[in-house]
């Protein structure tokens, strides 16, 4: 079973709207959770963390369900800007790194 | 400022060379790591060191020999190149081990022929 499973893209939308990205971890145990973002040919960056009680900032909404092992992104109204790969990230319990799932593209369109 | 970065940007290279890949970090973080990217997207972890002392080595061939001659540098020295190692290797760096966010240098593209 893979430690970090993410919904297999790419994801094309057009703008303006409401996309959303699910995430699985295989660890009961884990502590930390994360969306990082990777622009083509680049570096991957910290998005945003997730909290229990889920979080917003701006047009991103992450909520992690820890009863299931489950993390979701959800992009509103979405730019053009907004076309990157988009990795589910998971500090696994025990283990002293974070794990990164393969990500999942998405291609906004005008 | 660039807070991690890594040379070269890019990196060709024929088979059976050795070649490193240096990293530097100016944030003050304690732990420092290696990940390689394959053709597939995958970021997968190398190594990880805190504070100079290796902490993860994965299951990576040992010609990858990684080194820290102080907290704000991994180098990494590749022995014998395959064309199996052509990839995106990207240094990172975080304030401590795992779990707070990590800060990625640009990557170095190795392309091995």
């Known amino acids: 079973r893979k430690e970090v499973e993410q919904d297999p893209g790419p994801f094309n939308v057009p703008e303006g709207a409401t996309v959303a990205f699910n995430c699985t971890y295989s660890?009961?145990?884990?502590?930390?959770f994360f969306w990082y973002r990777q622009d083509c040919r680049k570096e991957p960056k910290l998005l945003m963390s997730?909290?229990?009680s889920g979080n917003e900032d701006g047009r991103f909404t992450a909520q992690l369900n820890r009863a299931s092992q489950y993390i979701s992104l959800l992009i509103r109204d979405s730019k053009l800007s907004d076309s990157a790969t988009y990795l589910c990230?998971?500090?696994?319990?025990?283990?002293?790194?974070?794990?990164f799932g393969k990500g999942t593209m998405l291609l906004v369109s005008p | 400022d660039t807070a991690v970065s890594q040379t070269p940007k890019y990196l060709v290279t024929q088979m059976g060379n050795d070649k490193s890949i240096k990293c530097e970090q100016n944030?003050?973080?304690?732990?420092m790591y290696w990940y390689k990217q394959d053709s597939k997207k995958f970021l997968k972890i190398m190594f990880s060191y805190n504070n100079k002392e290796l902490i993860i080595n994965e299951t990576v061939p040992n010609r990858f020999s990684p080194k820290s001659p102080d907290k704000a540098h991994l180098n990494l020295h590749i022995n014998s190149l395959e064309l199996g190692d052509s990839a995106v290797y990207f240094c990172?760096?975080?304030?401590?081990?795992?779990?707070?966010?990590?800060?990625f240098g640009q990557g170095t593209r190795l392309t091995v022929v």
């Open positions: 997730v909290y229990s």
């Open positions: 660890n009961s145990a884990s502590q930390s």
């Open positions: 944030l003050g973080h304690d732990t």
């Open positions: 990172a760096s975080s304030q401590d081990i795992g779990n707070t966010e990590a800060f």
């Open positions: 990230v998971v500090n696994m319990a025990g283990y002293s790194t974070l794990t």
